[in-house]
């Protein structure tokens, strides 16, 4: 039973191009909203995060867009670069929880082309 | 100055041998974590430890035992290694919910 759902698997994109990967989850009980971004050969690293009191949170090129009542959370990568090229993954926990564990969604491989 | 950092990070061993994996992170984080990416990038939690006290154990063989000495260290030791076995084990620590990963171990059995 998968409960945060992540799509595209996989992603390629022009250098300057919008990349969007999209993420659904299950349980209501999730309140924190992290994204991570993974090199090949490194630990996931923490992107940028959200919590469902507002429906936006933007960090540089990077945005997410939260959606309570659909259980729906998308990050945008604007003017993507060639640096950007990763794999990342949505997570979602309970905040206040006792070991705040992480359930990830399954990854999308970006490539940005120059 | 690594804020979590793992050792080995490589480690090749035959079936049934008894491997141990060794984590610390100088966050002050009172809150640690082992997942597992297995082949196809998938990442799952294995095991939680608030202030050195176990709190999640998410189904992990009992093969796998994880020790806290103190609230900065956590460390993995498999028994019996099998094949299944294989993957990237991460340590991690957390404050409110903001997990930090270290740079993983890459464990092959053979």
């Known amino acids: 039973q998968q409960q945060v759902k992540q799509s595209p698997q996989s992603l390629i994109v022009q250098k300057g191009g919008i990349s969007i990967i999209n993420c659904a989850y299950e349980?209501?009980?999730?309140?924190?909203f992290p994204w991570y971004q993974q090199f090949p050969g490194k630990g996931p690293a923490l992107l940028i995060a959200i919590r469902p009191d507002v429906s936006e949170k933007k960090e540089g090129r990077f945005t997410i867009s939260f959606n309570k009542s659909a259980k729906q959370f998308s990050l945008h990568i604007m003017d993507s670069q060639p640096g950007d090229s990763a794999t990342y993954f949505c997570?979602?926990?309970?905040?206040?929880?006792?070991?705040?564990?992480?359930?990830f969604g399954g990854g999308t491989r970006v490539l940005v082309k120059p | 100055d690594t804020a979590v950092s793992q050792t080995p990070k490589y480690l090749v061993t035959q079936m049934g041998n008894d491997k141990s994996i060794k984590c610390e992170q100088n966050?002050?984080?009172?809150?640690m974590y082992w997942y597992k990416q297995d082949s196809k990038k998938f990442l799952k939690i294995m095991f939680s430890y608030n202030n050195k006290e176990l709190i999640i154990n998410e189904t992990v063989p009992n093969r796998f035992s994880p020790k806290s000495p103190d609230k900065a260290h956590l460390n993995l030791h498999i028994n019996s290694l099998e094949l299944g076995d294989s993957a990237v084990y991460f340590c991690?620590?957390?404050?409110?919910?903001?997990?930090?990963f270290g740079q993983g171990t890459r464990l092959t059995v053979v």
């Open positions: 997570a979602a926990t309970t905040f206040q929880a006792a070991g705040n564990k992480l359930t």
């Open positions: 966050l002050g984080h009172d809150t």
């Open positions: 349980n209501t009980a999730f309140d924190y």
């Open positions: 991690a620590s957390s404050l409110q919910a903001r997990a930090f």
